[in-house]
């Protein structure tokens, strides 16, 4: 299984991004997708998830002006990002949660992506 992640860039502040990442390989079922982002000298956090027939959860930086979605026909999942500021800037990974088929059986997984980086300048 492998995700791969697009839509990071350069945006001026208030301006806004879309962050897509989709899932390849033999996936039995997707429990949870979620957003992450590192800036530089921090640790990584949570930005918004999103189970399966769930509701999206959000931190507080960010509600009200991201909006997380998946689709899980494609195994994908969006992040939708307006009213950017520089305090956004990072780097966004995508994590996603599930279970693969191995032969015959199926194994849990929990994935992340490659980052992109997001960078808003004021």
């Known amino acids: 299984v492998q995700l791969q992640a697009s839509g990071g860039g350069l945006v001026q502040a208030e301006g806004s991004l879309r962050l897509s990442c989709a899932a390849t390989g033999d996936i039995f079922s997707i429990d949870r997708m979620g957003w992450y982002r590192q800036a530089p000298g921090k640790q990584r956090g949570l930005v918004a998830a999103?189970?399966?027939?769930?509701?999206?959860e959000y931190i507080d930086d960010v509600k009200g002006r991201f909006a997380i979605s998946s689709d899980i026909a494609k195994k994908a999942v969006y992040l939708q990002m307006n009213s950017l500021q520089p305090e956004d800037t990072a780097a966004y990974h995508c994590n996603v949660k599930g279970v693969r088929w191995i032969g015959p059986r199926t194994r849990d997984f929990d994935l992340w992506g490659p980052g992109t980086l997001v960078t808003v300048s004021s």
């Open positions: 999103i189970t399966t027939g769930g509701t999206p």
